[in-house]
């Protein structure tokens, strides 16, 4: 029954223990006979296979031992490694092909169909079970699984929702065990293709661009993934590409275009592992002795990858070009030369969102003198790691700081907004998303940490040996831990002391949580709350205004008065350690404007 795989001991079976002395031979009995298991009319047994298959793959270097004269397996005289991973990457091509989206209903467009949860699942399940064999694979298994994934890939076009997705994200783990082979074949053929498919389409158009060009896209956006290095002989061809793709229309097609920029900018900005594979650090004589062998953690023989200046000059006119563009748009757009409409104003909001998060380590904090909201002795100086050998700054036209010279943008244009076209919650929300992002996004973030935590923790309780404690760690377990450690450091790096220009950043953010409109009031009012949290005492910068929002005085509008509420509850006001805050708080409360909306009623209860 394929719900008793779950309970395989699969440490101890692919351990050499001479209690178990046959453990390994049955390690090829059982993937192979699992392998019948992928099956598309049964999803859950099929994810179940794939995790097995993931687990034994951590712990079994995937090597052709039948070269190895003194070591005699059973298996081995039927089966190798090399088939096993030749009929797998069959059945994934099967998977592939039966997981095509369709839609049947004539009122929905194909941008509107997403993945159900049961091809979502199949996506995680084929993507990580392939990285997994191909991480601990031996040089011959691995470009026997690419070549085999180019052929499939040879003239297909494949619709970019499901099968699509699936493909690329296997196309990606390829780039990542082979960068100069994928990259050098895939990318002049993707961007000629692209180029020539722009250029027959309709690219004023709202109109879906196709599966050609959005199936191109998102294998281009995924086998960029890869250290900024191999991105460099092909600059050229990928900013055509990008240059054509930005003028793109079509919602979803810019998206895809925005994809490719930001994961670019990633990989020429952001440190890295040059290599993951390998189960142990030195190989031994025998193969055998490395299945399921733990790490060392005093030798793990982790190799970095630093950006260097080339790659930081190719960030920089990325930066420079695209940043620039969408600049010059929207000053002509805040000054009133040119009339944009609610869309396009929004895509160069995505736009700059996209190359903050890209080239976020080039980006320094601003210097400003610190400003202290209580009263102190010593001098607050949040605590810095070094993170890197060299600080590179991007200079956007020469201003000392481009995230105060975007703090000036989106302040001038947020008048402008509010003036023209106070309904466009769509630009609202980008707007202030952009907001966060100039002050929280510096390499990494507190909720990416959160997630690759929670992922880690979820990979080490099904590879941990608990009889062995935890010094016995397999060698993927104390890399990622690694991982994890530098990503802690870059997340305390982003504390700094609160300065004028954050006191700014939350004037405007307030003018937002008190907006007319209640997806904009909510997104403010959470990086609101973030920002309070994040600095101590800041929550006086707030408290001026929204105490003057709960007089009694009809000019104040009912969503104003809910956004006070909302910032009072959220901000835990009154309960802060501050008596002059409670003092003049309370009786604003008592005294305010009483409502019968049930949804300011609801927030009134909630303050009692």
Request: charged share 25%; aromatic share 6%.
């Amino acid at each position: 029954d394929h719900r008793d795989l779950h309970s395989f001991p699969t440490r101890r079976s692919s351990d050499l223990d001479p209690r178990l002395p046959e453990g390994q031979d049955h390690v090829l009995r059982i993937l192979f006979s699992v392998l019948p298991g992928i099956d598309c009319n049964d999803i859950k047994k099929t994810l179940t296979v794939f995790q097995l298959i993931s687990v034994f793959a951590r712990l079994v270097p995937f090597k052709n031992i039948s070269s190895h004269s003194k070591l005699k397996m059973k298996s081995m005289k039927n089966h190798s490694f090399q088939e096993f991973v030749s009929i797998f990457m069959e059945k994934c091509f099967s998977l592939i092909e039966n997981a095509s989206l369709e839609v049947i209903r004539q009122e929905q467009s194909i941008s509107d169909a997403h993945m159900s949860s049961e091809e979502s699942s199949i996506n995680i399940g084929i993507v990580t079970c392939f990285d997994s064999i191909l991480h601990q694979a031996d040089f011959d298994i691995q470009q026997l699984a690419i070549g085999k994934l180019e052929e499939y890939l040879r003239g297909r076009i494949l619709e970019p929702k499901v099968a699509g997705k699936i493909a690329s994200g296997m196309c990606r783990t390829c780039a990542k065990i082979s960068p100069e082979r994928i990259l050098g074949s895939q990318v002049p053929r993707v961007c000629k293709t692209l180029v020539s498919t722009f250029g027959e389409a309709d690219l004023d158009s709202d109109l879906y661009l196709g599966d050609e060009i959005m199936f191109n896209l998102l294998l281009l956006s995924d086998i960029v993934c890869v250290p900024g290095f191999y991105l460099l002989p092909f600059s050229d061809q990928i900013i055509g590409v990008l240059e054509i793709g930005l003028s793109v229309r079509n919602r979803e097609g810019h998206a895809a275009v925005l994809t490719i920029l930001r994961h670019v900018l990633h990989a020429l900005s952001h440190p890295c592992l040059k290599d993951r594979t390998g189960i142990v650090t030195e190989p031994s004589d025998n193969p055998l002795n490395d299945w399921g062998r733990p790490g060392d953690l005093e030798n793990l023989n982790i190799k970095w990858y630093l950006p260097g200046n080339d790659e930081f000059s190719m960030a920089e006119q990325l930066g420079t070009l695209f940043l620039g563009t969408q600049v010059d748009k929207l000053n002509q757009f805040i000054d009133s030369k040119v009339v944009l409409e609610k869309e396009e104003v929004q895509k160069c909001l995505k736009t700059i969102s996209t190359i903050i998060i890209g080239c976020s380590p080039y980006l320094p904090a601003w210097s400003e003198e610190p400003v202290y909201l209580s009263d102190t002795k010593v001098e607050n100086i949040p605590r810095k790691h070094t993170v890197s050998t060299t600080i590179r700054s991007f200079q956007f036209r020469g201003v000392s700081n481009t995230r105060t010279f975007l703090v000036d943008l989106m302040d001038k244009l947020l008048k402008k907004v509010l003036q023209d076209s106070a309904d466009d919650t769509k630009v609202l929300i980008s707007l202030a998303t952009i907001l966060k992002l100039i002050v929280f996004q510096h390499t990494c973030t507190d909720e990416g940490l959160d997630k690759h935590v929670k992922g880690f923790q979820q990979s080490k309780c099904r590879l941990e040996c608990k009889l062995a404690a935890k010094e016995k760690h397999i060698r993927a377990i104390l890399v990622e831990r690694v991982l994890i450690q530098h990503e802690k450091r870059l997340v305390e790096n982003i504390h700094t002391s609160l300065t004028d220009t954050h006191i700014r950043v939350m004037n405007l953010l307030l003018d937002l949580a008190m907006s007319h409109y209640s997806r904009v009031r909510t997104h403010a009012q959470n990086i609101l709350a973030k920002i309070c949290k994040w600095f101590s005492y800041s929550y006086k910068i707030i408290v001026p205004r929204v105490l003057s929002k709960l007089h009694c005085d009809p000019l104040i509008s009912h969503e104003e008065f809910k956004g006070a509420l909302y910032l009072i509850l959220q901000n835990q006001l009154l309960v802060k350690h501050n008596w002059q805050l409670q003092a003049d708080l309370w009786p604003l409360l008592v005294q305010a404007q009483h409502n019968e909306k049930p949804s300011i009623t609801e927030i009134g209860r909630a303050h009692v």
